[in-house]
Protein backbone atom coordinates (compact mmCIF):
# COMPACT_ATOMS: atom_id res chain seq x y z
CA UNK A 1 0.00 0.00 0.00
CA UNK A 2 1.28 3.25 -1.03
CA UNK A 3 1.79 5.82 1.79
CA UNK A 4 3.01 9.35 2.00
CA UNK A 5 3.64 11.28 5.03
CA UNK A 6 4.58 15.63 5.34
CA UNK A 7 6.82 16.62 7.50
CA UNK A 8 8.64 20.11 7.89
CA UNK A 9 8.16 22.99 10.67
CA UNK A 10 4.37 23.92 11.71
CA UNK A 11 5.31 27.48 11.99
CA UNK A 12 7.22 29.95 9.23
CA UNK A 13 7.41 33.13 9.75
CA UNK A 14 6.85 35.52 6.64
CA UNK A 15 9.45 36.40 4.07
CA UNK A 16 11.21 33.17 5.12
CA UNK A 17 10.90 29.74 3.01
CA UNK A 18 8.44 27.03 4.08
CA UNK A 19 10.20 24.01 3.70
CA UNK A 20 7.96 20.12 3.49
CA UNK A 21 8.69 16.92 2.70
CA UNK A 22 6.92 14.58 1.96
CA UNK A 23 8.43 10.59 2.59
CA UNK A 24 6.61 8.21 0.14
CA UNK A 25 6.85 4.22 0.84
CA UNK A 26 5.10 1.55 -0.65
CA UNK A 27 6.04 2.64 -4.08
CA UNK A 28 9.11 4.21 -5.92
CA UNK A 29 9.08 8.35 -7.09
CA UNK A 30 10.92 7.15 -10.22
CA UNK A 31 7.72 4.69 -11.36
CA UNK A 32 6.26 5.11 -14.99
CA UNK A 33 3.87 7.04 -15.23
CA UNK A 34 3.23 8.57 -11.60
CA UNK A 35 3.30 12.11 -10.59
CA UNK A 36 3.83 13.17 -7.35
CA UNK A 37 2.05 16.42 -6.22
CA UNK A 38 1.49 19.30 -3.63
CA UNK A 39 -1.89 20.54 -2.83
CA UNK A 40 -2.65 23.22 0.30
CA UNK A 41 -6.33 24.20 1.55
CA UNK A 42 -6.50 27.52 3.48
CA UNK A 43 -8.94 27.76 6.34
CA UNK A 44 -12.17 28.60 4.68
CA UNK A 45 -11.41 27.58 1.60
CA UNK A 46 -10.76 25.12 -1.20
CA UNK A 47 -7.98 22.73 -2.18
CA UNK A 48 -5.47 24.29 -4.28
CA UNK A 49 -2.77 22.56 -7.15
CA UNK A 50 0.70 23.82 -6.27
CA UNK A 51 2.78 22.03 -8.20
CA UNK A 52 3.99 18.40 -9.04
CA UNK A 53 7.64 16.62 -10.11
CA UNK A 54 6.84 13.64 -12.41
CA UNK A 55 8.46 10.03 -12.22
CA UNK A 56 11.30 11.76 -15.01
CA UNK A 57 11.97 14.35 -12.48
CA UNK A 58 10.19 16.93 -14.66
CA UNK A 59 8.45 19.48 -12.70
CA UNK A 60 5.07 21.49 -13.40
CA UNK A 61 3.52 24.62 -11.26
CA UNK A 62 0.70 26.71 -10.55
CA UNK A 63 1.06 29.65 -12.82
CA UNK A 64 -0.23 31.89 -9.43
CA UNK A 65 2.57 30.06 -8.15
CA UNK A 66 5.78 29.34 -10.31
CA UNK A 67 7.05 32.36 -9.11
CA UNK A 68 7.68 31.28 -5.73
CA UNK A 69 7.53 27.44 -5.56
CA UNK A 70 10.21 24.88 -6.17
CA UNK A 71 9.72 21.05 -6.46
CA UNK A 72 12.94 18.50 -5.87
CA UNK A 73 13.38 15.04 -4.79
CA UNK A 74 16.01 12.53 -3.70
CA UNK A 75 15.29 9.30 -5.12
CA UNK A 76 17.38 7.77 -2.62
CA UNK A 77 15.02 8.05 0.43
CA UNK A 78 12.12 8.20 -2.22
CA UNK A 79 11.44 11.63 -0.81
CA UNK A 80 10.48 14.71 -2.36
CA UNK A 81 9.79 18.12 -1.21
CA UNK A 82 8.08 21.56 -1.63
CA UNK A 83 9.76 25.44 -1.22
CA UNK A 84 7.24 28.39 -1.27
CA UNK A 85 9.65 31.11 -0.59
CA UNK A 86 8.45 34.50 0.52
CA UNK A 87 5.74 33.41 2.39
CA UNK A 88 3.16 35.57 3.72
CA UNK A 89 -0.04 34.86 5.76
CA UNK A 90 -2.67 34.14 3.01
CA UNK A 91 0.12 31.15 2.53
CA UNK A 92 -1.51 29.90 5.70
CA UNK A 93 -2.73 26.25 5.47
CA UNK A 94 -3.14 22.36 5.22
CA UNK A 95 -0.73 21.09 2.86
CA UNK A 96 -0.75 17.57 1.79
CA UNK A 97 1.23 15.30 -0.79
CA UNK A 98 -0.13 13.34 -3.32
CA UNK A 99 0.36 11.05 -5.94
CA UNK A 100 -0.97 11.73 -9.51
CA UNK A 101 -1.45 8.13 -11.22
CA UNK A 102 -2.01 9.65 -14.63
CA UNK A 103 -5.23 8.96 -16.70
CA UNK A 104 -7.16 8.57 -13.45
CA UNK A 105 -6.41 11.14 -10.71
CA UNK A 106 -4.78 11.93 -6.99
CA UNK A 107 -5.28 8.26 -5.83
CA UNK A 108 -3.24 8.28 -2.30
CA UNK A 109 -2.53 11.51 -0.30
CA UNK A 110 -0.82 12.45 2.80
CA UNK A 111 -2.60 13.06 5.70
CA UNK A 112 -1.99 16.57 5.65
CA UNK A 113 -0.04 18.97 7.79
CA UNK A 114 -1.33 22.53 9.11
CA UNK A 115 1.50 25.11 8.19
CA UNK A 116 0.70 28.83 9.96
CA UNK A 117 2.89 31.91 8.60
CA UNK A 118 3.11 33.97 11.82
CA UNK A 119 5.49 36.39 13.32
Known amino acids: QVQLQESGPGLVKPSQTLSLTCTVS??????????WSWIRQPPGKGLEWMGA???????YYSPSLKSRTSISRDTSKNQFTLQLSSVTPEDTAVYYC???????????WGQGTQVTVSS
Open 98 to 108: ARDDTGWGLDY
Open 53 to 59: IAYSGST
Open 26 to 35: GGSITTNYYY
